[in-house]
Nanobody, 128 residues
Framework: QVQLVESGGGLVQSGGSLRLSCAAS????????MGWFRQAPGKAREFVAA????????NYADSVKGRFSISRDNAKNTAYLQMNSLKPEDTAVYYC?????????????????????WGQGTQVTVSS
């Protein structure tokens, strides 16, 4: 069972930046496609960003494109979400996810059902 632990959330002013980290417990992390999702109060969990297990392909929700960046460091079994130019509407609990099933090396996955493992979430609050 893969365990994912997010960190890096917090309170930031509008226009600020945060970097979220997602540490995985498995050495096979390098073979997992990764994703970040978020859930605001009263709303469904939504896709934010995805990264292929090869690390070479990314995909972003339109609402964060150009502001957020997903990356991974396989040596550290860690995925990251760099968030710049934050807006109040980015306020949510952010979850990282890992796909344990066989994945194409250059494919990215944007659906919740595409992922097998989830972290506990980290709160991001952006004040106006």
């Amino acid at each position: 069972q893969v365990q994912l632990v997010e960190s890096g959330g917090g309170l930031v002013q509008s226009g600020g930046s945060l970097r979220l980290s997602c540490a995985a417990s498995e050495r096979t992390f390098s073979s997992y496609a990764m994703g970040w999702f978020r859930q605001a109060p009263g709303k469904a969990r939504e896709f934010v960003a995805a990264l292929s297990w090869s690390g070479g392909v990314t995909n972003y929700a339109d609402s964060v494109k150009g502001r957020f960046s997903i990356s991974r460091d396989n040596a550290k079994n860690t995925a990251y979400l760099q968030m710049n130019s934050l807006k109040p509407e980015d306020t949510a609990v952010y979850y990282c996810a890992a796909r344990g099933r066989i994945s194409r090396p250059t494919y990215v996955y944007t659906g919740r059902a595409d992922y097998d493992y989830w972290g506990q979430g980290t709160q991001v609050t952006v004040s106006s």
